[in-house]
């Protein structure tokens, strides 16, 4: 009995200990239910509160229309809006002329405005003195292809938001500077390199119908060759038809980088090169009409080879003959695609050997139908010029053009290296 009883109240025991049991564990699952409701709202909250500080974030605790007011109204830059022209200094002559073939030694605003400049607020000149200080100017270019005057080579003082600038028309091999002395010294280029800060060709061409300017450019978008067909041009086959002669070439400088000389050498080992100037036999006033006009009646082919065979790198020869009623055979470094229309000049650098190029140019010699096709462009483009002082004159009116800072940290670098090759592609 006891022992039953001992046993029942045992039981009852463990039967009070299994309640016990149950209930604490209720207890701490009811507890749990609480944990997770209190921190799904704590998340609640914290979401919120997350939510009202983004809010907050985004909207302005002060007015920034008023910041941007009172900034203009107190900063340096207002001069800008106040229109006062920025100005540019033309540190050395080129080529002996302290004007740069510009009309005037100092030239305003009327300048860049004839030139259908975007941007005219400019004043661009060559007097030392025209601003109180040298530092005052805006920009001020150096010619590099000539020595720095002797006396005082660059500005004594500096300001930091001035902009110096490389510029220059010769291949790197006839630069004639030292690059070398002046590192971190340029902060803009202006060149014939289609990847200069300013673009400096001598040319651009101009689709006629739209007024755009396509090229020189890093991609330029051509119209489609004509086909043969459609090109039908009475006066031009007339003229064609009087052209008894095969090529002529004008050149002054006998010995050069690219060996132009040989290629011409080569040439006439198969057609007939009529050479002009220095360095040949024939002689006809380079700039004159009437040496311009017998080209066009006479002749066929017009070499534009150029000194150098340098990245972009092509002179007025060639623009010269685009202009002219005759076709240019170009040999130069550059990419000729991004320069003049397609089927406008032939390539020498695209053919294997000098019988190659010599046997298309006769084969385009006895086909005038095909020769013909290389005008096809004058009915869409022309060729206009653009003085790269635009260009300047923009860059250095954008707002605040004076917050990007840019220098040219080794600008030997950048100019000479691998720039140019010395090996035409055409086996000679
Ligand atoms: C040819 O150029 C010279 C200077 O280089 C100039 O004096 C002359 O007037 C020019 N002639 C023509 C016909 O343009
Ligand atoms: C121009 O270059 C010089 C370094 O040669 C630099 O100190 C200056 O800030 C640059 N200016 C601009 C406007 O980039």
Redesign the pocket.
Known sequence: MSSERLLGSNNNYNNDADNDNSSSSEMSLRFRGRLCQFFLILLFLGGGLLFIIHFLRQQPAINQYEILKNYNRNHRYSRLTQGQPRSILLWNAFFGDRRWKLPDDTLGPDYFREQRCPVVNCVLTNNKDFLPAIEMFDAIVFHVAEHFPFLQPVPRRRNPYQQYVFALMEPPGETKHILGNEERFYNLTMTYRLDSDIFWPYMFFEDIESGYIVAPSLNPTWRTVESMESSNDEQLDKLIAGKKKFAAWFVSHCDTLSKREELTKSLQKYVNVDVYGACGTLKC?????KCDQMIDSNYKFYFAFENSLCLDYVTEKFYNALNRQVVPVVFGGADYTKIAPPHSYINAEKFKTVKELADYLIYLNNHPKEYARYFWWRKFYRLTSRSPFCDLCSKLNAPAATEKVQFYDDIENWWLGGSCYFEPKILL
């Open positions: 006033p380079h700039n004159s009409s």
